[in-house]
């Protein structure tokens, strides 16, 4: 296990440190920016009141009235770059195995180790649920960095980041376990991104076209981010049991799925 | 005493296609195994199974008496394995592989690693992405040797090797056999298999169609023999040939012929011959090997 491990490590800390600087910098520009706009935000919203619905679809919540510096606060956890690059990463790492070592062929080598394929899969699984930790935990230093931009007053107390943090972290897990699942039906990383992109996609698609469209409304229990709730939980000072029980419950499941799928599957790398 | 590979009416199927049918194998320690086929034949697919990657469709093969699906993890402590089709991580280098391996099996494999590369002329630290696909070979060799493996399982290991590598090779496996290294050997080419090996299986559709020690197999090839005669008058009053022995071409003093099975009879048509000159050729296993797929093809 631990040859496996060293290999992970060469393999996954630049893309991880990549992901994490990112995650950084849009923290940073983020908590800069929103402040600036939040000032004419008032006049945007009475020009196009449709603005209303678009936020109210990426946080979640109902946006009525003034658009409070907690609102915002929650907005730059759910812009759509900061989900781009938690899903992006989630991806790549889940996809490493078996579908990209057998699409490379590497896996012969791998695999002529004395190594099980769940010991190997446990290594990626580390890999994978590490790697998260260090882009948020980047992605917290950007946020706190960044808000010094903001009035201390407009500023959310650290715990509430935390929980955000925390609810963020189940989406990196549900998508990562579907990833799995999907990376361990497949003999074609490229396939299993394809898959698994159009997933997060409609995911993305259903939760905000569920703001304007009543069929939508009746399936948006399907997306990932129907149990991301980072403005609720500023406003309430309290995550949802439920949202996060969910999360990890689909990352649990298509991540065991995955392991027991890649442990009985036949390997042909030609 | 245990076998160290012993398979039972394995096949492995893909949907329709068959990879392999029906293999009956039993090799025994300190062997040298050629697994001899053209391509397509099923032998990557026998040694897949062999390694863990597929499950056999029925059947079952063991190494060292474990089972090769569900014991995998504890057979690869013995087994070196070297990938037909060798793909490398294009960071690797022979020190961070031997590196790899150390932590994998729990030893110490920098002297062995070290030795190896010098033998192989390979620099210690030249990533993959750098190497050329004989270089590569190389490193795959290196790994799977360098923690002194009981079985090697090697798939078409002369690919991409220059000749003088092939010889470094060959002398290092015999130097391994001789330690009691038993040795899987799978080829298409008839030349490496029948220096290094001491028995031969012929694979053809997934199904062994010869098996046999490569010495009976010597004794039964056919050998070319070119005769001189004193003149080509001498030569066109000749004796009819003996038994065995099947002129192809005769041309003035100079006759072309196959010889099969012992020169016992030769030799004695050969003393009351006008013979200037004689040449008789190694056994040639290339006919036996094409005979085994003719006679096959013919049952088709």
Same mark, same amino acid.
């Given at each position: 296990?631990?040859?496996?491990?060293?290999?992970?490590?060469?393999?996954?800390?630049?893309?991880?440190?990549?992901?994490?600087?990112?995650?950084?910098?849009?923290?940073?520009?983020?908590?800069?920016?929103?402040?600036?706009?939040? #000032?004419?935000?008032?006049?945007?919203?009475?020009?196009?009141?449709?603005?209303?619905?678009?936020?109210?679809?990426?946080? #979640?919540?109902?946006?009525?009235?003034?658009?409070?510096?907690?609102?915002?606060?929650?907005?730059?956890?759910?812009?759509?770059?900061?989900?781009?690059?938690?899903?992006?990463?989630?991806?790549?790492?889940?996809?490493?195995?078996?579908?990209?070592?057998?699409?490379?062929?590497?896996?012969?080598?791998?695999?002529?180790?004395?190594?099980?394929?769940?010991?190997?899969?446990?290594?990626?699984?580390?890999?994978?649920?590490?790697?998260?930790?260090?882009?948020?935990?980047?992605?917290?230093?950007?946020?706190?960095?960044?808000?010094?931009?903001?009035?201390?007053?407009?500023?959310?107390?650290?715990?509430?980041?935390?929980?955000?943090?925390?609810?963020?972290?189940?989406?990196?897990?549900?998508?990562?376990?579907?990833?799995?699942?999907?990376?361990?039906?497949?003999?074609?990383?490229?396939?299993?991104?394809?898959?698994?992109?159009?997933?997060?996609?409609?995911?993305?698609?259903?939760?905000?076209?569920?703001?304007?469209?009543?069929?939508?409304?009746?399936?948006?229990?399907?997306?990932?981010?129907?149990?991301?709730?980072?403005?609720?939980?500023?406003?309430?000072?309290?995550?949802?049991?439920?949202?996060?029980?969910?999360?990890?419950?689909? #990352?649990?499941?298509?991540?065991?799925?995955?392991?027991?799928?890649?442990?009985?599957?036949?390997?042909?790398?030609? | 005493?245990?076998?160290?590979?012993?398979?039972?009416?394995?096949?492995? &199927?893909?949907?329709?296609?068959?990879?392999?049918?029906?293999?009956?194998?039993?090799?025994?320690?300190?062997?040298?195994?050629?697994?001899?086929?053209?391509?397509?034949?099923?032998?990557?697919?026998?040694?897949?199974?062999?390694?863990?990657?597929?499950?056999?469709?029925?059947?079952?093969? &063991?190494?060292?008496?474990?089972?090769?699906?569900?014991?995998?993890?504890?057979?690869?402590?013995?087994?070196?394995?070297?990938?037909?089709?060798?793909?490398?991580?294009?960071?690797?280098?022979?020190?961070?592989?031997?590196?790899?391996?150390?932590?994998?099996?729990?030893?110490?494999?920098?002297?062995?690693?070290?030795?190896?590369?010098?033998?192989?002329?390979?620099?210690?630290?030249?990533?993959?992405?750098?190497?050329?696909?004989?270089?590569?070979?190389?490193?795959?060799?290196?790994?799977?040797?360098?923690?002194?493996?009981?079985?090697?399982?090697?798939?078409?290991?002369?690919?991409?090797?220059?000749?003088?590598?092939?010889?470094?090779?060959?002398?290092?496996?015999?130097? &391994?056999?001789?330690?009691?290294?038993?040795?899987?050997?799978?080829?298409?080419?008839?030349?490496?298999?029948?220096?290094?090996?001491?028995?031969?299986?012929?694979?053809?559709?997934?199904?062994?169609?010869?098996?046999?020690?490569?010495?009976?197999?010597?004794?039964?090839? &056919?050998?070319?023999?070119?005769?001189?005669?004193?003149?080509?008058?001498?030569?066109?009053?000749?004796?009819?040939?003996?038994?065995?022995?099947?002129?192809?071409?005769?041309?003035?003093?100079?006759?072309?012929?196959?010889?099969?099975?012992?020169?016992?009879?030769?030799?004695?048509?050969?003393?009351?011959?006008?013979?200037?000159?004689?040449?008789?050729?190694?056994?040639?296993?290339?006919?036996?090997?094409?005979?085994?797929?003719?006679?096959?093809?013919?049952?088709?």
């Amino acid at each position: 296990m631990r040859g496996v491990l060293i290999k992970n490590l060469r393999e996954m800390w630049l893309a991880t440190l990549l992901f994490a600087l990112a995650m950084l910098v849009i923290e940073i520009l983020l908590n800069i920016i929103l402040p600036q706009i939040l #000032g004419q935000m008032g006049d945007l919203l009475e020009r196009m009141p449709f603005i209303r619905q678009f936020l109210a679809a990426l946080l #979640g919540v109902e946006v009525e009235g003034e658009i409070t510096a907690q609102l915002m606060s929650a907005f730059v956890w759910v812009h759509p770059v900061v989900l781009a690059i938690l899903w992006a990463a989630s991806i790549i790492f889940c996809t490493r195995y078996p579908a990209a070592e057998i699409d490379r062929g590497t896996i012969d080598v791998l695999l002529g180790l004395p190594v099980s394929r769940r010991g190997v899969y446990l290594c990626e699984t580390a890999g994978w649920l590490s790697a998260g930790l260090v882009i948020l935990a980047f992605g917290a230093i950007g946020y706190l960095i960044g808000s010094r931009a903001m009035e201390l007053e407009q500023r959310p107390a650290l715990a509430l980041v935390a929980l955000v943090m925390v609810n963020l972290y189940g989406v990196y897990l549900a998508v990562g376990g579907l990833t799995c699942l999907v990376s361990s039906l497949s003999d074609r990383r490229g396939r299993a991104v394809a898959v698994i992109f159009a997933v997060v996609l409609a995911s993305f698609l259903l939760n905000f076209l569920a703001q304007f469209w009543d069929p939508a409304k009746h399936l948006v229990f399907l997306s990932v981010l129907d149990y991301y709730q980072p403005a609720a939980i500023l406003r309430d000072g309290a995550i949802a049991p439920a949202d996060l029980i969910m999360l990890f419950a689909i #990352g649990l499941t298509g991540w065991a799925a995955g392991l027991e799928i890649t442990a009985r599957r036949s390997i042909c790398t030609t | 005493m245990t076998p160290v590979i012993e398979t039972h009416q394995l096949a492995r &199927r893909y949907g329709p296609r068959i990879g392999v049918d029906g293999i009956d194998l039993r090799i025994e320690p300190g062997e040298v195994f050629g697994f001899l086929g053209p391509n397509g034949a099923g032998k990557t697919t026998f040694i897949r199974v062999l390694l863990g990657f597929l499950r056999p469709t029925s059947g079952g093969a &063991r190494i060292f008496g474990r089972d090769c699906w569900h014991d995998s993890r504890a057979i690869k402590r013995e087994v070196g394995y070297l990938p037909g089709d060798v793909r490398l991580y294009p960071w690797l280098t022979v020190r961070r592989a031997v590196g790899i391996i150390q932590a994998a099996h729990r030893g110490d494999f920098q002297g062995p690693g070290r030795d190896l590369a010098a033998r192989l002329d390979i620099d210690p630290d030249l990533p993959v992405r750098k190497m050329s696909r004989g270089m590569r070979q190389k490193l795959a060799l290196i790994i799977a040797l360098v923690h002194g493996p009981k079985l090697l399982v090697l798939d078409e290991p002369t690919s991409a090797l220059d000749p003088l590598v092939q010889i470094t090779l060959a002398d290092l496996l015999r130097q &391994r056999c001789r330690a009691g290294v038993t040795v899987f050997f799978s080829s298409h080419t008839l030349s490496e298999v029948e220096h290094l090996c001491d028995r031969v299986a012929v694979v053809r559709k997934g199904r062994i169609v010869a098996d046999e020690p490569i010495d009976d197999l010597r004794k039964r090839a &056919r050998r070319e023999v070119v005769i001189r005669f004193e003149s080509a008058a001498a030569a066109a009053a000749a004796e009819p040939p003996p038994d065995g022995l099947t002129v192809i071409e005769r041309d003035g003093d100079r006759w072309r012929a196959e010889l099969a099975g012992e020169a016992g009879a030769l030799r004695q048509w050969l003393a009351r011959q006008p013979v200037r000159d004689l040449m008789i050729g190694p056994p040639d296993l290339r006919t036996i090997f094409h005979a085994y797929y003719r006679e096959t093809e013919d049952l088709d």
